[in-house]
Nanobody, 124 residues
Framework: QVQLVESGGGLVQAGGSLRLSCAAS????????MGWFRQAPGKDREFVAA????????NYADSVKGRFTISRDNAQNTVYLQMNSLKPEDTAVYYC?????????????????WGQGTQVTVSS
């Protein structure tokens, strides 16, 4: 069982940066592949980024590649999403998710645990 709590969201102007954090509690965080997803009003939840349980592999949605960076600190049981060059279309609720080992899947259904989400709003 893993509990996830996101933080770091807020209001930022276009071109600005934010860093989201996801703190995990429970057992064996290092055995979980972690993902970030987002959901804008009226839209489906979409994949943003993922990092494998080993930390050796990351993958990103095309829409954020080159602007966002996912990382993890297993000693702190935390995964991060550094977001640079933010655009108004990045506005959404951002969710952290965990799946036991395996690859960094882009499918929400592959993740077993979810946080409550943190709002990111980018003004133009």
């Amino acid at each position: 069982q893993v509990q996830l709590v996101e933080s770091g969201g807020g209001l930022v102007q276009a071109g600005g940066s934010l860093r989201l954090s996801c703190a995990a509690s429970g057992q064996a965080f290092s055995m979980y592949t972690m993902g970030w997803f987002r959901q804008a009003p009226g839209k489906d939840r979409e994949f943003v980024a993922a990092i494998t349980w080993t930390g050796g592999s990351t993958n990103y949605a095309d829409s954020v590649k080159g602007r966002f960076t996912i990382s993890r600190d297993n000693a702190q049981n935390t995964v991060y999403l550094q977001m640079n060059s933010l655009k108004p279309e990045d506005t959404a609720v951002y969710y952290c998710a965990a799946k036991f080992i395996g690859d960094g899947s882009f499918r929400p259904s592959h993740y077993n645990y979810w946080g409550q989400g943190t709002q990111v709003t980018v003004s133009s």
